[in-house]
Every structure is written in C-alpha cells, then in structure tokens.
C-alpha cells in the first residue's frame, strides 16, 4: 500500500503509449481539468467495427463484462460473459443504462464504431446502476 502512489501513474496508462495518453478522446469536453485520468490500451487486430460489436453488448444481463466472472459473481454481481456476438445486444441508444459497476456507463451520441461509451462518476449513482448484491 505504500507503494500505490508511486506505481498510480503506471497503473493509470497501463499499455498506452505516451501519444495516447496525450491525445484528446471522446468525452475530454466534459470534465477539462480532471484530478485523476485513466488510459489503458491494448492492440487488437481487428477493424474499429469488429471491435465494437463485442464492446456494444458489455454489461450486466447484457454480454457480461468479459471479466473474472467467478470474482464478480462472489460478491453476487450475477455477471455471465459471452464468448459470442449476440445479434440482441447490437443496438445502444443516448440515454440507455448499461449495467457495469458502482457507475453506469452511459452511450453518448455517435453510432456504429464512431460512437463511444461514457461513464458517469461523481455523485451517487442510480441504484439500478449497481449490478452488484442486489
């Protein structure tokens, strides 16, 4: 635990490189001066479409968060990843909840593999928002 403060800033960029973790992304706009920032990064040899049909359908009752199931489901999070596209779970409109943890995450305006998903920190989180205990 003493160590934390000094690993943070390798944990928050884990995987990226300087450029993106420099680089403006989707949501900047709405919080310009954060006290803390995250970017993580892994290659995927995949196009941007191919992608976004497994990140689409993420979240609770939805394709799972491709994750430790077993971890989550202890703490009965009731979380079932996919090892699939399931057709169902392809469409996301603004506004829609998608069941993550403790923050929902939220489609922002955009389609396809344009679009993004925000999540909404700060404050208290709607209580259908916790896919966690319930």
């Given at each position: 635990?003493?160590?934390?403060?000094?690993?943070?800033?390798?944990?928050?960029?884990?995987?990226?490189?300087?450029?993106?973790v420099?680089?403006?992304?989707?949501?900047?706009?709405?919080?310009?001066?954060?006290?803390?920032?995250?970017?993580?990064?892994?290659?995927?040899?995949?196009?941007?479409?191919?992608?976004?049909?497994?990140l689409?359908?993420?979240?609770?009752?939805?394709?799972g968060?491709?994750?430790?199931?077993?971890?989550?489901?202890?703490?009965?999070?009731?979380?079932h990843?996919?090892?699939?596209?399931?057709?169902e779970?392809?469409?996301?409109?603004?506004?829609?909840?998608?069941?993550?943890?403790?923050?929902?995450?939220?489609?922002?305006?955009?389609?396809?593999?344009?679009?993004?998903?925000?999540?909404?920190t700060?404050?208290?989180?709607?209580?259908?928002?916790?896919?966690?205990?319930?």
């Amino acid at each position: 635990m003493l160590a934390a403060p000094l690993l943070r800033g390798r944990y928050n960029r884990w995987g990226a490189t300087t450029s993106e973790v420099t680089a403006p992304m989707p949501g900047d706009e709405l919080v310009p001066h954060p006290r803390l920032g995250y970017t993580r990064a892994i290659t995927v040899n995949a196009s941007p479409e191919t992608v976004w049909q497994w990140l689409v359908q993420i979240g609770q009752g939805r394709g799972g968060l491709y994750s430790f199931d077993g971890l989550e489901n202890l703490a009965r999070c009731n979380i079932h990843s996919v090892d699939r596209i399931v057709g169902e779970h392809q469409q996301l409109s603004v506004g829609d909840l998608v069941r993550a943890e403790r923050h929902p995450l939220y489609p922002a305006p955009g389609s396809g593999a344009r679009a993004s998903l925000r999540r909404r920190t700060g404050g208290r989180p709607p209580r259908e928002a916790s896919p966690c205990g319930q």
